[in-house]
């Protein structure tokens, strides 16, 4: 797009440094309803920047995902401004907007200064302001506190995050026990920034290194959601476990999962499947908690509240954990019952059990599909019409009984399944200490 386009606005109150040819390229990506957006901000008298983690990923030469603005207009003039635009956070000076012919939103926030943090979790009072330079000065990292004029091609960084990034060092603005003690949660965002996924793990430096030691206390003041969400990224991130052995070593782990004390050499050794990497971290971490201790994990994963989702996913593959087939008949019930975490599974026990993992594998490789598919052959009503058992309990136990014989053996004819009902002794017994299809 032509940089005519692009229609300045107020101008901040910082000096600045033209954008490299690297970021010009950049900014020629952008999406149109950006510009419409800056546009109808400086129409309006404003000044809007680009800020935050997309002016981060532009100067490592990453592509834009999130565009954060931030703007001298306050939250009712943008929603005057912006008809469409949804009020998300107003107390604290942010829209989320978007145009007429576009669904892509942006989220845009008044630039503001902040009182005192007196839990430990937000600002006690917001002032909206027109000043860049002290907007800036409340964020976390030298990283994060860099601004973009898009219109005048000038990039805004009073705290030498270009720097920062060139030397692939982590600094906090200003005094960092100050920035992790106005906010908990920047202790993990801390240690998720560490981990720069292809480019390796950036080192704090020696004042945020203390930091992190000497406020750890303050992720107390956060709430579990807000851990468990900034957790999960640390969990999923290229590094985690560099991360996680970092984590340990400064206390930090602990305090998220007391008592989760296997050893981090385990992480090293993860090949990270494609899906619920998060997860086969978590339990490795949990991996010296005996299955039968189950209550203990959940316990502590419902406290880190996570969402049911990621909390059952964890314990399923808990319990999976040194469970593994060793005959014909098990490799097909496990195949059948444990189905997508297979992959998962195995990663964990590569790093357990890796002669017995890799045996698995192969032999799962050569094992033929189910003849009948994976649906049983014999369903509620004949099966019913068959035995003289009404609908109930029993007759839905003896349903998966016969299914899981049905997948050991393979059957393919509904008549080979109601045979087994002259061989298996269901009539005396008690119906909850019938086998089923699970694994294990």
Not at 70 to 77: F, G, I, M, R
Not at 389 to 401: D, I, Q, S, T
């Amino acid at each position: 797009m032509a940089e005519s386009a692009w229609l300045e606005g107020a101008s901040g109150d910082l000096d600045g440094e033209a954008l490299t040819a690297p970021l010009l390229e950049w900014k020629k990506g952008l999406p149109e309803d950006l510009r419409e957006v800056c546009n109808r901000i400086a129409t309006a008298g404003g000044g809007v920047w680009l800020v935050g983690g997309s002016v981060r990923e532009a100067m490592l030469g990453n592509p834009w995902n999130d565009l954060d603005l931030t703007t001298t207009l306050n939250p009712d003039e943008m929603l005057d401004l912006f008809p469409r635009a949804i009020a998300t956070g107003v107390q604290f000076g942010t829209v989320t907007v978007r145009t007429a012919d576009s669904e892509t939103q942006f989220e845009i926030t008044t630039l503001r200064s902040e009182g005192t943090y007196g839990d430990g979790r937000r600002p006690d009072e917001v002032t909206f302001g027109d000043s860049l330079n002290e907007d800036l000065s409340r964020r976390d990292f030298t990283i994060n506190a860099m601004a973009i004029d898009l219109a005048r091609n000038i990039i805004h960084d009073p705290y030498g995050g270009v720097e920062d990034l060139e030397n692939q060092c982590l600094k906090a603005v200003g005094v960092a026990e100050d920035r992790l003690g106005e906010d908990g949660l920047r202790l993990l965002r801390a240690y998720r920034f560490m981990d720069r996924g292809e480019r390796g793990v950036w080192q704090p430096n020696s004042e945020l290194s203390k930091a992190l030691l000497t406020c750890g206390h303050m992720l107390e003041n956060v709430s579990e959601e807000r851990v468990w969400s900034e957790f999960r990224r640390v969990l999923s991130g290229l590094n985690a476990s560099v991360i996680l052995e970092r984590m340990r070593k400064d206390g930090m782990l602990s305090r998220i999962l007391p008592g989760w004390d296997a050893e981090i050499d385990l992480q090293y050794l993860l090949k990270v499947p494609e899906k619920n990497g998060f997860a086969c971290r978590l339990v490795l971490l949990a991996s010296e908690i005996p299955n039968e201790r189950w209550r203990r994990i959940e316990h502590d994963l419902r406290a880190l509240k996570l969402s049911n989702q990621d909390r059952g996913l964890v314990m399923d593959l808990h319990r999976l954990l040194g469970h593994l087939p060793a005959e014909v008949s098990e490799y097909r019930r496990y195949r059948y019952s444990v189905g997508d975490l297979i992959e998962s599974h195995l990663a964990i026990e590569d790093v357990l059990n890796p002669l017995e993992a890799g045996t698995v594998r192969e032999t799962l490789a050569n094992l033929a599909p189910l003849k009948a598919g994976d649906e049983p052959l014999v369903d509620g009503h004949l099966l019913s019409s068959t035995s003289d058992l009404p609908a109930g309990r029993r007759l839905g136990r003896l349903k998966e009984w016969l299914f899981s014989i049905q997948i050991e053996q393979d059957l393919d004819n509904p008549d080979e399944v109601l045979a087994l009902l002259d061989v298996l002794d269901w009539k005396n017994t008690d119906p909850e200490s019938w086998p089923d299809s699970d694994w294990p």
